[in-house]
């Protein structure tokens, strides 16, 4: 049912909602973004304040200071480094640019926080977006000496909101369907498994190890590629 949801009414969607839930979506036309707010109260839908091409930007930045498969190869660390303007450091831990989270949640949320209250996110983004974990913005800019190594004192967004994030919002029907019912035959754990390569890119033990071991255990284990 979630590789193939049945799309939603709009008043569809606001019933299946809580009273502290929020569903907020992110579309691009062009090189216009708009954000759209659902509440069991109102309806808000707005265009961004940026550039669809100037929020892919900073997404990229954001990125290139968490993930660090993004330095890996000539033309991708040229890319990060002309984009944050910093090399990873002496153990490879890509810089973290707070000013890039700050903006981008500037883009992206402040404009709906008189709407939102104290509402959690349900965050539904797509295209370029969709590569953004929404959970490592910041509501406030750090100091400009803050260093880009130090994630101490910066001001995450998952202080003040539980968020989610959404494949579709036809989803949310599946997922709020409180009679659904499992058909299951045994319970079943997925971990994903990020398949790491280290510091130099080059260590590839994570490749060479698909599955956990058999315990035993009625429940079923299994280790998968992240998608």
């Excluded at 490592?136 to 539980?162: M, N, Q, S, T």
């Excluded at 499992?182 to 990020?194: F, H, I, K, T």
């Excluded at 060479?208 to 071991?213: G, I, L, P």
Aim: hydrophobic content about 40%; glycine content about 6%.
């Amino acid at each position: 049912r979630l590789s193939d949801p049945q799309p939603l009414s709009l008043e569809a969607a606001r019933k299946l909602l809580a009273s502290d839930d929020a569903l907020v979506q992110f579309v691009s036309i062009g090189d216009t973004s708009y954000v759209s707010l659902v509440t069991g109260e109102k309806t808000v839908w707005r265009a961004l304040s940026k550039p669809t091409k100037e929020i892919s930007q900073l997404v990229h930045k954001l990125r290139c200071g968490l993930d660090s498969s993004e330095w890996i190869g000539e033309e991708k660390s040229l890319r990060c480094l002309g984009l944050v303007g910093q090399a990873p450091d002496a153990q490879g831990v890509p810089p973290f640019d707070g000013q890039a989270a700050a903006e981008l949640y500037d883009i992206l949320l402040r404009p709906l926080e008189a709407e939102l209250g104290n509402k959690r996110l349900l965050l539904v983004p797509s295209g370029i977006l969709t590569k953004l974990p929404f959970q490592v913005l910041v509501v406030r800019a750090p100091a400009a000496d803050h260093a880009r190594f130090d994630a101490r004192g910066l001001d995450w967004l998952i202080k003040y909101r539980a968020t989610s994030v959404l494949p579709s919002v036809a989803s949310l029907g599946v997922l709020k369907d409180r009679n659904a019912k499992s058909r299951a035959r045994q319970p079943y754990l997925a971990v994903s498994n990020p398949l790491l390569t280290g510091s130099d890119g080059k260590d590839l033990r994570a490749f060479e190890v698909k599955t956990c071991a058999d315990t035993g255990a009625p429940m079923l284990v299994a280790s998968v590629p992240s998608l």
